[in-house]
T-cell receptor
Framework: DQQVKQNSPSLSVQEGRISILNCDYT??????FLWYKKYPAEGPTFLIS?????DKNEDGRFTVFLNKSAKHLSLHIVPSQPGDSAVYFC????????????FGTGTRLTIIP | DTGVSQDPRHKITKRGQNVTFRCDPI?????LYWYRQTLGQGPEFLTY????????KSRLLSDRFSAERPKGSFSTLEIQRTEQGDSAMYLC?????????????FGNGTRLTVT
């Protein structure tokens, strides 16, 4: 039972354009959502998070949008840079914060110079 | 902040052998987590500690798996009688406390191969 789904295994975007990564969830108890970025041979690195009381959170080039009614969140990266090429994981938890994160299967983002 | 450190980075073992992995969290972090990641999947939660107390264990953690954090600092994950299905990347993470402002910081993992 995949409670957090990233339906696009890969995405290619031209440098300078916007990258949009999508994530859907099924568990209505989830109230805290995060995006992690992973380079090969490294552990995941935290990017940005959002709680269910918000619908948008911004940090520099990264913006996360949350649509609770659709159980959908997205990560926007603008402008996309070559260093953004990595695997991006969406994660969710139903606790107060970060206990027991449930991860999606990841989307491999490739930025084309 | 030297980050979360895991040792070894790679481990190859024969089926039936026991293995132990070590994780050193960020020094001031009181929460420590173990996750497992297999090819094409996201990390899956195994267990977590607050200080030395193990607060939750996943059903993925069979009786062959045991984790400890004896003094609330480093942690070990032991797998007894390894099976080929145990081959995965084992990730350790730590955080300062529960809450929105304390995301998990992951180490670079220990890749286990069971032959």
């Amino acid at each position: 039972d995949q409670q957090v789904k990233q339906n696009s295994p890969s995405l290619s975007v031209q440098e300078g354009r916007i990258s949009i990564l999508n994530c859907d969830y099924t568990n209505s108890m989830f109230d805290y959502f995060l995006w992690y970025k992973k380079y090969p041979a490294e552990g995941p690195t935290f990017l940005i998070s959002i709680s269910s009381i918000k619908d948008k959170n911004e940090d520099g080039r990264f913006t996360v949008f949350l649509n609770k009614s659709a159980k959908h969140l997205s990560l926007h990266i603008v402008p996309s840079q070559p260093g953004d090429s990595a695997v991006y994981f969406c994660a969710a938890s139903g606790g107060f914060g970060n206990e027991k994160l449930t991860f999606g299967t990841g989307t491999r983002l490739t930025i084309i110079p | 902040d030297t980050g979360v450190s895991q040792d070894p980075r790679h481990k190859i073992t024969k089926r039936g052998q026991n293995v132990t992995f070590r994780c050193d969290p960020i020094s001031e972090h009181n929460r420590l987590y173990w996750y497992r990641q297999t090819l094409g999947q996201g990390p899956e939660f195994l267990t977590y500690f607050q200080n030395e107390a193990q607060l939750e264990k996943s059903r993925l953690l069979s009786d062959r798996f045991s984790a400890e954090r004896p003094k609330g600092s480093f942690s070990t994950l032991e797998i007894q009688r390894t099976e080929q299905g145990d081959s995965a990347m084992y990730l350790c993470a730590s955080s300062l406390m529960s809450g929105l402002d304390s995301p998990l910081h992951f180490g670079n993992g220990t890749r286990l191969t069971v032959t």
